[in-house]
């Protein structure tokens, strides 16, 4: 596999997470990732600064065995991260450019879920 950029690891990691919200022990979470380049002290380690960042959370598993859950699920999460990049702009230009962007269908999405 070509090299990954940074924080590509952690995102794949995540979204092994999210799509299994009820949590993961590191080797299921190499498994998924499909790589036979990536050791298990490589997952471990994203694990861990996941954690550090409070995107992760861990709980003891069967015998010595961790399992790992996403802190937030991938919407809240992704939310999060719009929040805080409207923090540091004007949110009427960002939402402007932000819905720009998106279809027919995402703009009847949203407007339902504003409405709400």
Do not use: Y
């Not at 859950?69 to 809240?76: I, N, P, Q, W």
């Not at 999060?80 to 995402?106: E, T």
């Amino acid at each position: 596999m070509s090299k990954r950029k940074q924080g590509e690891l952690e995102a794949e990691v995540l979204g092994c997470l999210w799509d299994r919200p009820d949590g993961l022990s590191s080797q299921q979470i190499l498994a998924l990732l499909g790589d036979d380049s990536l050791a298990i002290t490589t997952v471990l380690t994203v694990l861990s600064r996941l954690t550090d960042k409070g995107l992760v959370t861990r709980f003891p598993g069967n015998g010595r065995t961790l399992i790992f859950k996403a802190v937030l699920s991938r919407e809240e999460h992704t939310a999060k991260l719009l929040l805080d990049a409207m923090g540091q702009s004007n949110p009427a230009l960002v939402f402007s450019h932000f819905a720009g962007g998106l279809s027919a269908k995402q703009l009847e999405q949203l407007r339902k879920a504003l409405d709400q």
